[in-house]
C-alpha cells in the first residue's frame, strides 16, 4: 500500500456553514468530553486529503483524469489518510478470508486488496443505493481476474454471524455512525435534526454489527471496530458493552503499534490515561487534521 500525503489538498467547491442544530449538539457533547480539541472540525478548508496508489495500475495521473470508466481502472483513490488506519490494524495476510461487514462506499476494501491476496473477501452492503456505489467502485479499481476472490452481499450485518458463523479469519467493521465531517455541514437544518434523531439509534446497532462480527470469526481470528466520529457513546461505550456481555472477546493494544509508529503524522489520543483504554482515537488538530476514527482491535479466544 502505498500513501501519499497531500498537504495542500482542498475541495474547490464553496463549503456550507456548520448545520445549527448539530453544531449546537457537537459543541455541548464534544466540549464535555475533549475541550476545544474538536473544533478543528469547523475548519474544513485546513482539512488534510491523501492518495492511495492502485497497485493494479501502473502510473499516476492527473487528478483530473480518475474519473470512472467500464472496462478502465483508476490510478488512485482519494481519501482521509486516517481511514488507512483500520486496514493496518487488521494485519491481513495472503489466503486468508476477510470480511469487510459494512463495506460502501469500498475505499477500505481498496484498501485491504492493496494490502494482499486473500482466498476471499467478502464486502457486505444491505443498502441498495450504497450497494451499486459500492460494486463500482471495486470495478474502478480491480480487475476482472480477482472476481473469483470478492464477493458483494446484501444482508443485514448484525446477523451474519448466526448465517456465517466462525467462517472469517480477520473481519472489519467500519460502523455506520454519526460522520462528524459529514454532519457538521448538513445542508439544512430539517435534515440536520433528522439526523441527530438517528444518531441516538446508532450505539444499539453499532453493538450488534460488533457481536456479530465476534461469531462470524474464527476462534483466534480478530475483529477491528471502526468509526469516523469522536463520540463516546458510538466508540468506547460500543467496546466496553461488547467486552462486558462476550466472554470471548478479548482486547488488543493498538497504542505501541500504530499511535506510536505514525505519531509524526497522525494527532491521538492516548488510550491508557483516558476513557479511551478501549482503543485509539485520531483527532484533527492543527497540521495534523487527519481524522475523526476511532479504532479498536479485538480477538476472539481460542
Known amino acids: ?8 489538498f482542498v475541495k474547490l467547491k464553496r463549503v ?17 468530553e475533549l475541550g476545544n480539541l474538536w473544533e478543528v472540525l469547523l475548519n474544513p478548508h485546513s482539512w488534510q486529503y491523501g492518495v492511495m496508489l492502485n497497485r493494479f495500475t501502473f502510473c499516476l495521473k492527473q487528478p483530473g483524469e480518475n474519473a470512472h470508466r467500464p472496462g478502465c481502472l483508476k490510478q488512485y483513490y482519494l481519501l482521509n489518510a486516517a481511514s488507512l488506519l483500520p486496514v493496518l490494524a487488521l494485519q491481513v495476510k495472503d489466503g486468508e478470508r476477510i470480511l469487510d461487514l459494512c463495506s460502501a462506499p469500498g475505499g477500505k476494501a481498496i484498501a485491504i486488496m492493496q494490502s494482499c491476496n486473500p482466498a476471499l473477501l467478502c464486502c457486505n452492503e444491505p443498502d441498495p443505493h450504497r450497494r451499486e456505489w459500492l460494486t463500482k467502485t471495486l470495478e474502478s479499481f480491480l480487475p476482472p481476474s480477482l472476481n473469483g476472490c470478492i464477493t458483494v452481499s446484501a444482508r443485514d450485518g448484525r446477523y451474519f454471524g448466526q448465517s456465517e458463523p466462525s467462517k472469517y479469519d480477520k473481519i472489519l467493521v467500519d460502523a455506520p455512525c454519526s460522520n462528524d465531517r459529514s454532519w457538521l455541514y448538513s445542508p439544512g437544518g430539517l435534515e440536520g435534526e433528522q439526523r441527530l434523531r438517528e ?3 446508532l450505539p444499539a446497532i453499532q453493538t450488534q454489527l460488533l457481536k456479530s462480527a465476534l461469531s462470524a470469526v474464527r476462534p483466534g ?39 506510536v509508529p505514525f505519531s509524526e503524522h497522525f494527532f491521538f489520543r492516548h488510550g491508557r490515561a483516558s476513557p479511551l483504554q478501549c482503543g485509539i482515537l485520531v483527532m484533527p488538530h492543527p497540521g495534523k487534521t487527519w ?11 481460542m
Not at 481524522?291 to 479466544?301: N, Q, V, Y
Open 199 to 201: 444518531r441516538a439509534t
Open 1 to 8: 500500500m502505498v500513501l501519499i500525503p497531500l498537504f495542500t
Open 16 to 32: 456550507r456553514a456548520p448545520c445549527g442544530p448539530v453544531l449546537e449538539q457537537f459543541d455541548q457533547q464534544y466540549s464535555r
Open 221 to 259: 481470528g480478530t475483529v477491528v471496530y471502526s468509526t469516523c466520529t469522536l463520540s463516546r457513546s458510538e466508540n468506547c461505550a460500543v467496546v466496553e458493552a461488547v467486552l462486558k456481555s462476550c466472554p470471548e472477546a478479548e482486547l488488543q493494544d493498538l497504542w505501541e503499534e500504530l499511535a
Open 291 to 301: 481524522g475523526p476514527m476511532f479504532l479498536s482491535r479485538i480477538r476472539r479466544k
